[in-house]
């Protein structure tokens, strides 16, 4: 790295949680080998000379010597996106640039699952190697329940794979003599074949190798098409491993349950398929089309309204989200008065709903804020502009998750229903139900009856930049 100042600039499709943001820029100065301070970070919204919110955030109480500013932008990837990019440079990244770190952020642990807590990612980090292989890999564990004691078989493995591929493991205390890189084809074979078996009916993956080819059997039909997100990520690695550790023959994959209708060449697997050299038993394995970029920015979500509402009430307000699932983003967990992270229900009665009632579905808010001021808790519904009627009505479905959880663990709020849009070119807002738009020009519109945490905290922000 050059003795000369740069900015960090921060891409990503995520809202940026200050926990992560440290973690990541303690990375960043133990990796390049400088301090830091950074306890109290906050992350501002820049706005203009008319007021205008300019699609940057600006990350301050951070001091770095290497470092001026931290920056972060919204993007959306044009496939399977790692949930940062990481630039060390002066000026604005295009996706040209070559980033310095890809993370992908994870709050689950194989406490809650084994699959998702590392397989499902594990594709993300086969992918962008086509577009930036240089990039240093990251999987960032972001954990909000406490880290499983005993690691299953089936996370073992798979960190041992992301390690052999070059991935860097934060967030957990991993034993050495147990996570340590694959040396060889044969012991990543050895290790998966003496795991634990897979229940009776599941197509178990198994690997088998002979002078010309090496079998992965693994099955990815699910839902009527190739979907099944665990083992794309699965088997993506294992295969990327196997290229990686020196093999030049043919990969298969055996037991898909896949027909030639499924296999479509705008698919993530095989777009890696492409990349890697992967063949499926019985089926042509169509020339994938790849994007021309890795990301793009992005200035069409509805999440933008969404995020910078929550940002701007959490940096320059007393309150806080006690519940997230912005559109495109991980689903956080709900937090209970006394503390607790719990994950969501689906259903309010999930043997009523097997049994054909449809109205044990609980419909999930975009966001949950607790105004802790007026004692009122307020559900948000995100939507774009052209959807805003949509967002009204949808307003009426949260009665389960009402009584679920909020008239269970805050019995002592009010709560208050609203929706948050982005787009259009209007400047004001006519519907009562509308408590706030950002409008495509970065204008901060509040409702006729926006909640008053919404108020205080958009004032403390222009106080903020007068």
């Not at 699609?55 to 940062?84: H, M």
Request: with cysteine.
């Amino acid at each position: 790295m050059n003795d000369e100042t740069k900015n960090l600039w921060i891409l990503t499709e995520e809202r940026p949680k200050t926990s992560v943001l440290q973690t990541i820029f303690s990375y960043f100065a133990k990796d390049q080998d400088c301090g830091f301070f950074g306890d109290t970070i906050r992350i501002i919204p820049l706005l203009d000379k008319n007021k205008c919110f300019d699609f940057t955030y600006k990350v301050i109480g951070f001091t770095c010597a290497k470092v001026n500013n931290i920056y972060i932008k919204t993007v959306s990837g044009s496939s399977s996106f790692t949930d940062f990019l990481i630039y060390y440079q002066e000026k604005q990244p295009k996706p040209t640039d070559i980033p310095l770190y890809a993370i992908e952020e994870t709050k689950t642990d194989d406490k809650e699952s084994r699959n998702t807590g590392v397989y499902q990612r594990c594709s993300k980090f086969v992918f962008i190697n086509y577009f930036y292989p240089t990039t240093k890999k990251v999987m960032l564990y972001a954990l909000q329940v406490g880290q499983k004691e005993s690691p299953t078989e089936t996370y073992i493995f798979g960190t041992r794979l992301l390690l052999t591929l070059g991935v860097d493991i934060l967030g957990k205390k991993l034993d050495d003599d147990i996570f340590k890189p694959f040396t060889s084809i044969d012991e990543i074979i050895a290790f998966k074949k003496g795991m634990r078996k897979a229940p009776a009916g599941n197509t178990p993956i198994l690997i088998t190798k002979t002078d010309d080819k090496i079998q992965i059997s693994g099955r990815l039909f699910k839902s009527g098409s190739l979907s099944h997100d665990p083992n794309i990520g699965a088997l993506s690695i294992i295969a990327a491993v196997i290229r990686k550790l020196g093999w030049k023959k043919g990969i298969e994959i055996t037991q898909h349950g896949l027909n030639q209708s499924h296999v479509g060449n705008r698919n993530k697997f095989i777009q890696i398929a492409n990349q890697i050299g992967i063949s499926l038993e019985s089926l042509t394995v169509p020339k994938a089309t790849l994007p021309t970029d890795y990301w793009h920015y992005d200035y069409q979500g509805e999440k933008l309204g969404t995020i910078f509402i929550h940002l701007v009430v959490e940096n320059f307000t007393e309150s806080y989200s006690i519940f997230e699932n912005h559109a495109g983003c991980e689903k956080g967990y709900f937090h209970t008065s006394d503390g607790q992270h719990i994950p969501l229900a689906k259903y309010a009665d999930r043997e009523a709903y097997k049994n054909g009632d449809k109205d044990q579905i609980i419909f999930i808010p975009d966001l949950v804020l607790l105004d802790i001021k007026e004692t009122e808790v307020i559900t948000i519904e995100g939507k774009k502009y052209q959807n805003m009627e949509q967002g009204i009505r949808e307003l009426n479905n949260y009665t389960s998750f009402d009584e679920m959880y909020l008239n269970k663990f805050y019995p002592e709020f009010h709560i208050v229903r609203t929706v948050v849009l982005y787009g259009s070119h209007k400047e004001e807002i006519a519907q009562i139900e509308v408590g706030f738009l950002l409008n495509d020009k970065g204008k901060i519109i509040l409702g006729i009856k926006a909640p008053k945490l919404f108020r205080r905290a958009i004032s403390n922000l222009f106080d903020f930049w007068k």
